[in-house]
């Protein structure tokens, strides 16, 4: 029987790259995302429109994939909401809004998948970001989100694991998605053209370049897979080109 995984977010830079590596892997993907990608290149064997900070809207998910399919062998929690205001800023709806996109959403999330990974002795990868480290201005809300979303991910995988599901966390720095573009665009890194500008961020990096989304789906696919990863739970797993390894005093 074909493996299948369910990857919020999917239409994101992340998540779509995650899709392709399932499914040139071998396995049914099932995609959820708030907005339809109109040139879907066909890595999705089933997709949801729907919006992850709605709990209601999570409870509709899990029923639709337990009326279609009998198995789910990972969750891939990527879907996450940015906003990019001062703290003094932020409204606390907005504050909120953070937290159910990005933290809420997947306490439901597992609390749904837990019996049917149970029975496949499958996994959970939760996206954070390297902000849950090192942070900068003007993305209070996010940060936090993605540093409560760590801490979540050691809970899960302790009391998971006695029944065999396993639970990592990848924490990927500047990637080339439209959320480091939106981000670039608060102007905190100059005026210049959007491709001079990541481009100017890539050589801060030791490896000189920001990542491919394709380099974060490879190591959410390792994680997942059973075959490759089964003695990893409770980790985090860094993918930023060695930013956090280099002194910000010598960039």
Same mark, same amino acid.
Not at 208 to 219: C, Q, S, Y
């Given at each position: ?18 899709? %392709? ?5 071998? &396995? %049914? ?12 290149e066909g ?9 992850i900070s ?9 029923? $639709?994939? %337990? ?18 205001? /001062?703290?003094?800023?932020?409204? +606390?709806?907005? &504050? ?7 933290? @809420? ?17 499958? /996994?959970?990868? *939760? ?8 942070? #900068? ?7 936090? /989100? ?7 991910? @050691? ?8 029944? #065999?599901? $396993?639970? *990592? ?23 210049e053209s ?9 050589? $801060?990096?030791?490896?000189? %370049? ?13 994680? +997942?897979? *059973? ?8 980790? #985090? ?10 002194? /910000?005093?010598?960039?």
């Amino acid at each position: 029987m074909d493996k299948v995984v369910l990857i919020t977010g999917v239409f994101g830079g992340i998540g779509y790259a995650t899709a %392709r590596v399932f499914s040139n892997a071998g &396995w %049914r993907v099932i995609g959820v995302d708030r907005q339809v990608k109109e040139d879907d290149e066909g890595f999705l064997d089933y997709f949801i429109q729907k919006d992850i900070s709605k709990a209601e809207n999570i409870d509709t998910i899990f029923a $639709r994939i %337990r009326e279609k399919y009998s198995v789910l062998n990972c969750l891939v929690n990527n879907a996450a909401l940015q906003v990019a205001k /001062s703290i003094l800023d932020t409204t +606390a709806d907005e &504050w909120d809004l953070v937290f159910q996109s990005n933290v @809420r959403s997947v306490f439901i999330a597992v609390k749904h998948a837990h019996d049917l990974l149970k029975k496949t002795k499958g /996994s959970i990868v *939760n996206v954070s970001s390297v902000h849950a480290y090192a942070t #900068s201005k003007n993305i209070s809300a996010y940060a936090a /989100s993605k540093g409560a979303l760590l801490a979540f991910t @050691r809970s899960l995988a302790l009391e998971f694991c006695d029944d #065999s599901i $396993r639970v *990592n966390c990848v924490i990927p720095g500047a990637v080339n998605t439209n959320m480091l573009t939106d981000g670039l665009s608060r102007g905190h890194f100059g005026e210049e053209s959007l491709e001079v500008m990541i481009d100017k961020l890539g050589m $801060r990096h030791p490896v000189k %370049r920001v990542g491919d989304p394709e380099d974060i789906g490879k190591l959410i696919f390792f994680l +997942a897979d *059973n075959d490759q990863s089964s003695f990893i739970t409770g980790q #985090s797993f860094i993918a930023d080109g060695g930013a956090l390894a280099q002194l /910000s005093t010598e960039v």
